[in-house]
Antibody, heavy 116, light 115 residues
Framework: EVQLVESGGGLVQPGGPLRLSCAVS????????MSWVRQGPGQGLEWVSA????????YYADSVKGRFTISRDNSKNSLYLQMSGLRAEDTAVYYC?????????WGQGTLVTVSS | QPVLTQPSSHSASSGASVRLTCMLS?????????IRWYQQKPGNPPRYLLY?????????GSGVPSRFSGSNDASANAGILRISGLQPEDEADYYC?????????FGGGTKLTVL
């Protein structure tokens, strides 16, 4: 059974850093690209970032480029999102999902709240 | 980058069929895109339903009933999600999305109410 479990969310002050993790199981992690998608309160879906299976290629939305860094550790079956320079508009539930062109499975999400 | 426009809400009776639209912005042709559809119920993550590019290039998500289907409306330059035999549990938000120029674009979502 495919499982994705996000963690690391919480309350952070504007300008602060936060690191999200996504632990996966039930599939060959290193063979799959992975993505982060967020959803602000009462809002729609916004793609954030993606990474190839090997980790050699990364993609970012313009809204987070230069502030967020996606990475993965295939030996630990884990995906990460290092966030810095956080803004109020980054407040959202952050989901990790399997895939690049097609987001097949999603985790339950972790809530990030940026507020002073 | 294309913009995907979805009606904010739609309602239909139980047992009916419904067409949810995902209109592509001017300058882009729906026939050039692979449109994905996602269902999201309150408090849950999105669930992948299906993708549609053409009648010969389409796919259903794992475990997704065949009463969910995709198509294109070239005259409206829109992707279509059709749900037949509407059931109460189909009440949800539906998002279309596509990967283009190394990023994802999502529509704003349609809230489907089953009467």
């Amino acid at each position: 059974e495919v499982q994705l479990v996000e963690s690391g969310g919480g309350l952070v002050q504007p300008g602060g850093p936060l690191r999200l993790s996504c632990a996966v199981s039930g599939f060959t992690f290193s063979s799959e690209a992975m993505s982060w998608v967020r959803q602000g309160p009462g809002q729609g879906l916004e793609w954030v970032s993606a990474i190839s299976g090997s980790g050699s290629t990364t993609y970012y939305a313009d809204s987070v480029k230069g502030r967020f860094t996606i990475s993965r550790d295939n030996s630990k079956n884990s995906l990460y999102l290092q966030m810095s320079g956080l803004r109020a508009e980054d407040t959202a539930v952050y989901y990790c999902a399997i895939g690049l062109y097609q987001l097949d499975y999603w985790g339950q999400g972790t809530l990030v709240t940026v507020s002073s | 980058q294309p913009v995907l426009t979805q009606p904010s809400s739609h309602s239909a009776s139980s047992g009916a069929s419904v067409r949810l639209t995902c209109m592509l912005s001017s300058g882009f042709s729906v026939g050039d895109f692979w449109i994905r559809w996602y269902q999201q119920k309150p408090g849950n993550p999105p669930r992948y339903l299906l993708y549609y590019h053409s009648d010969s290039n389409k796919g259903q998500g794992s475990g997704v009933p065949s009463r969910f289907s995709g198509s294109n409306d070239a005259s409206a330059n829109a992707g279509i999600l059709r749900i037949s035999g509407l059931q109460p549990e189909d009440e949800a938000d539906y998002y279309c999305g596509t990967w283009h120029s190394n990023s994802w674009v999502f529509g704003g979502g349609t809230k489907l109410t089953v009467l």
